[in-house]
């Protein structure tokens, strides 16, 4: 059975870091690509980031670039996120999802439709 199960949220002061963790099993998770959104309260989940499932292609959204970072461990079957010079804007749930088919280079990213695996979600607030 395929899960993902999401970490590393909290409560952070604008300018400063978290890194999140996707811990995958119950899949072959090497061959999977793995998309961060995030879904602040009363908007719709957005696109944040991805990689593909040899790490050698990932995507940003634009807001992001130059802050967040995603990477993984394929022998520990965990994705990451870090962040970096965080705002308030960035307050919202974030979830990871796996996908076999989604894009993910540069500019191309799949959206959430792209995606049939999702995580519950951890926390993030910015704020002082």
């Known amino acids: 059975q395929l899960q993902l199960v999401e970490s590393g949220g909290g409560l952070v002061q604008p300018g400063g870091s978290l890194r999140l963790s996707c811990a995958a099993s119950?899949?072959?998770?090497?061959?999977?690509?793995i998309g961060w959104f995030r879904q602040a309260p009363g908007k719709e989940r957005e696109r944040v980031s991805c990689?593909?499932?040899?790490?050698?292609?990932?995507g940003y959204v634009d807001s992001v670039k130059g802050r967040f970072a995603v990477s993984r461990d394929n022998a520990k079957n965990t994705a990451y996120l870090q962040m970096n010079s965080l705002k308030q804007e960035d307050t919202a749930v974030y979830y990871c999802a796996a996908s076999q088919f989604a894009s993910c280079s540069g500019i191309l990213m799949g959206t959430a439709t792209s995606y049939g695996n999702w995580g519950k979600g951890t926390l993030v607030t910015v704020s002082s």
């Open positions: 990689i593909s499932g040899s790490g050698g292609s990932t």
């Open positions: 119950g899949f072959s998770f090497g061959t999977y690509v």
